[in-house]
């Protein structure tokens, strides 16, 4: 039996339901791994809230639906205003996990590395602007970095990326990324134009507030940018084409229908161009996905065509590639 | 750079394609993976050839493919008589890589691990009969032993499996794992009875002389063992309920079509049980395959259900997870 620290950053929906599988899995991964699982701190915005011999998740869990905000917990846990780059550096833990959206937040994954700590995290712009630099300090320090939920949620498209393909060149991925727009088109395929649909997916929770990383391509490029690197070399988003779906009106989705298509946010992802953009594609292919389904076409030398295809979105789909990384994580660290 | 020794057992399409891919990327695998291979013995049923030094492959495809066997190889190399397990005792190396089709290949692949050697395999039967006491020795001795070939040929379902899911609990797969059925069964979609279909694929090569592994459901059944092997726990293939295509009737073939449905041979792998059985698939099921595709729906407590889909056949298909494999047993052996 081995005991990992694990230091948590972000304590919304994803984080949340990450504390849930340690939770609710804890026996197993026992009895499975070998690994025992402790938690000794959570930070959400308001707060860090640090005990090095562990912290109570259930009563994380209750604190933070109840209050919504961790500053509430008045126990004997320390509570700190630490910036998460102070937390990563005063907490000693042997894996970071995060599951924020702080898009810098490749500052404090450099400074877990530094330290010696892996890192997993959900969080997708570190990794499609700093890619190169991120892994080659992980590399360097001999420490797992992993990223599996960046991608797909806990479909793992990294995995097989990453260890799945060994003799194979890639030479293609074609991929729906982007759950969000397609609800939204598949929306507009029962007649609502596309302000509709978008506050359609807003009142369901499906798009955020402000819809423009969805709608405008930029998460489904974040995504493709993370795939290149894994497949080609590093790049960042900057050498991404990222075009979105606000333009696309009911009467192109329709006559995509007319023609037995779908019309669906595709990347495609080549050693020399990422490209995004809304595409027709025939309702029997692949990417012709539905509901908070992704899919990727995976084009290598040797194997031909590869699909892989499920989970994009979701709490519990994302804590699968989360959870899954901290015990790959886990694992390598008990090998060193 | 490290060199890395490999031991080929068979030479036959599989073998000879192996062969070709190390010919081809050598220089990749060099770049990429710091890796050179040298193939220091190649068996076929009529010799063993071997020389310390490193072979010529170029040369030994050329001898096979021309003679017909290795040992009208007339040259400095030492061809001998030996078993297989005599060779993977007498012979230095660092990886025995199996792609005969030997019933009794786990003897002397429990040679090798024995002898601290690691084995890749594409051959199923020993997997299917003596999982737990292979992957057992293989642990202990803390040599790889790896075998992504031996189920939908190089689709990474065995790299899914073992590393791309450790968060989750596999609840169910369903897969189609033979594509010679599914070459027969669309043949009798378009009319043909069974016995025609099966002796249009026999003449192209499709199906074996001996076509009973494939129609009686026994390769589907040897697969769905190890998928059950590695999701859930060691089992052997006498614990499998296989039933074949063969008494499968063009009427019913007609049917099915007639509901907007296609008949597949699909196992289908639970903890309890694992059944092998042609069953009526909607046609827009992604068990629906055609051709040489294979495809698995595996549904976990976490992810749903994730569909994987590529080549389950063919030779440069089966060379990619031989490969791999043999990639990743390196990189593996490099660590220690």
């Not at 197993?28 to 690994?35: P, T």
């Not at 400074?111 to 892994?135: C, I, M, Q, W």
């Not at 709608?215 to 990222?242: E, M, R, S």
Request: hydrophobic fraction near 40%.
């Amino acid at each position: 039996m081995r005991e990992v620290r694990l230091s948590l950053f972000g304590f919304g929906n994803v984080g949340r339901a990450v504390a849930r599988v340690l939770l609710e899995k804890e026996l197993l991964f026992r009895e499975k791994y070998g690994l025992k699982f402790k938690v000794v701190s959570i930070a959400d915005t308001s707060a860090v809230v640090w005990l090095p011999e562990g912290m109570a998740l259930r009563e994380a869990l209750m604190v933070k639906e109840n209050f919504g905000r961790l500053s509430s917990w008045t126990n004997d846990y320390e509570v700190y205003n630490f910036t998460p780059e102070e937390a990563v550096r005063e907490i000693d833990s042997d894996i970071v996990v995060d599951v924020t959206n702080d898009k810098n937040a490749q500052t404090w994954h450099l400074a877990a590395l530094r330290d010696g700590k892996a890192v997993v995290t959900s969080n997708k712009p570190p990794l499609a602007f700093h890619y190169a630099e991120l892994t080659k300090e992980a590399e360097r320090r001999d420490v797992p970095y992993r990223f599996e939920a960046t991608v797909m949620a806990g479909t793992p498209i990294i995995t097989v990326l990453q260890d799945g393909l060994k003799g194979d060149t890639v030479e293609r991925i074609e991929a729906v990324l982007n759950a969000t727009t397609t609800f939204i088109l598949s929306r507009m395929e029962v007649g609502l134009d596309f302000e509709d649909a978008l506050r359609e997916a807003q009142k369901l929770g499906i798009a955020e507030r402000d819809p423009s990383g969805d709608v405008l391509g930029i998460d489904a490029g974040y995504k493709a940018t993370i795939l290149h690197c894994l497949a080609f070399y590093p790049v960042t988003f900057n050498d991404a084409h990222a075009k979105g779906i606000a333009e696309i009106t009911p009467e192109e989705v329709r006559r995509a229908r007319e023609r037995g298509n779908t019309i669906r946010l595709v990347a495609e992802v080549r050693e020399e161009e990422i490209t995004v953009e809304p595409r027709e594609v025939p309702k029997k292919d692949p990417l012709a996905v539905e509901s908070h389904e992704n899919a990727a076409v995976i084009k290598t030398d040797l194997l031909g065509e590869l699909v892989i295809k499920g989970a994009g979105a979701g709490l519990k789909e994302t804590a699968s590639g989360v959870v899954g990384d901290i015990i790959k994580a886990s694992m390598k660290l008990r090998e060193s």
